[in-house]
């Protein structure tokens, strides 16, 4: 592949001020620093362009097209960059879009509008201003792309959904250059699409969401041994499946290791009362664990914001990361034995340098599948009936490439053998969640077998040359 006539047509095309060329400190500047995951940094496109108005979009897409139709260029597009999948959002020898410059905030009328470039922690501050907030990520770093076009989710997901589920509106640039709406009543199976199916159909450029009122929230993280992590399962499927499960909790809960803690795993609770309740009873069996590691409590009474911030805590993550996953019903038996799984296999990866890893379980109460239903539905393929059912993560961090291999096939195996579990005890769910799926899982798969014929519908629709299927090589495509 050679990129360079693609490249002329382009800068002849668009202010050549937002290309950064390979070989320049800038292009250097912004490959090494937009992704969180040094698997992505690892590509080194031709050059990247940054569009600042949806119309420099469409001018890049009209421009490029000859020259994917001719195989001569692929592109990726990234928002944020904190999807660590290996090439899901950079690419080799092509150009990367890169979104950040489209900014823009807008709050009225219930809802919030969002520009792909903003970050959710500048929508919270927004939006706190006016006592709102909205269900995007709990990350402060995180960008709307990655989260309204995998599912996602967010702080509020037990009582939202979702976070797709809460977008009203797409904004879209199609591959025919065409700056289209996407929502209930105008491109209707284009608005579903998106709602799942990632960067198969255009580039979005904004994102509408629902807004609600929101005062202080009570959460936070803390630390403990992991002796108490089974009780810790067997108080998750407690509360998943009382009759009157709460919708004002957000739970997660993960055994993990690192090196710099020792051999031992340690286990980790995030919990959060969106209701803002400080120390409500349905959270004190995940804060009142005896003995917490000293030091590591930070439950408090705390904004969005804050949350945000205190989730993103990136200054400390190792440079490569990589996640992969799977879902389960809600069973304390076999979520006890993936944690063991999980423990038993670590032997390969313990003492590599600055490794981190968890098995992270965070729920789908009923209630979430429930508001799910109710808005206007997505690609996923999941509803009420199959809940309440777990995540299981595993998410992993480390500083060197050499270490890569190593640690992603033990996790693979750890994975495939969790999977094997819960097929044989008939407690598994096949959906993968996109956002934490490595390149060898499927989740367009697993959404199941008339949703991907949707997804599939939908693209020969609205790119019937497939420009966002060859042109855009990156993340899960649709007719593998
Ligand atoms: C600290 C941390 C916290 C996290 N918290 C959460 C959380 O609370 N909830 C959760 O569900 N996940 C969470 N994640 C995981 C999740 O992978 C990312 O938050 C999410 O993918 C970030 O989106 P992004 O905009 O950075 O996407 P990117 O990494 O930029 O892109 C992801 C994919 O989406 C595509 N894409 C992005 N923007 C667009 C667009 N505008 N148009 C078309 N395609 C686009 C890209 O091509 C790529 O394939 C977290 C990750 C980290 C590191």
Redesign the pocket.
Known sequence: MDATNALEALKDALPTSQFALRGTDEYKALNNGTY?SGLNADFNPTCIFQPKSKEEVSTFLTTIKPFVSAGQVAF?????????APG??NINDGITLN?SLLKGIDIRDGYVSIA?GERWGAVYEELGKQGLGCAG???S???????C??????IFSSRQGF?CDDVVNFEVVLASGAIVNANDSENADLWRALRGG??NF????RFDMRTFKQGPLYGGSLYYFKQSFPGQITALVNELKKPDASDETHLMVSIGYATMFGPDPIALNQVYHIGGVENPPVLEPFTSIEPQMPGMNTLRILSLTDIAKE????MS?PPR?A?MNTHVKADVAMLQAGADIFTSNLDPVKGIEGFVCSYTLQPYPRSLLEASATKGGNSLGLNPDLGPIVSIALLLYWVNPSDDERIISTFRTILEKIEKEAITRGQEIAFKYM??SYTFQDPIGSYGGENKKRLQEASKKYDPEGVFQKG?P??WKLFL
């Open positions: 969180q990726a597009i990234v928002g944020s960059g904190r999807q660590p899901c959002s979104l792909a990520s709990r990350s770093n995180g960008g709307p792309g990655g989260l076009l995998t599912g996602g989710l967010s976070i990632g960067n255009g580039v979005v450029t989730q993103a805590g990136e993550l990361s996640y956002n934490y855009v990156g993340g």
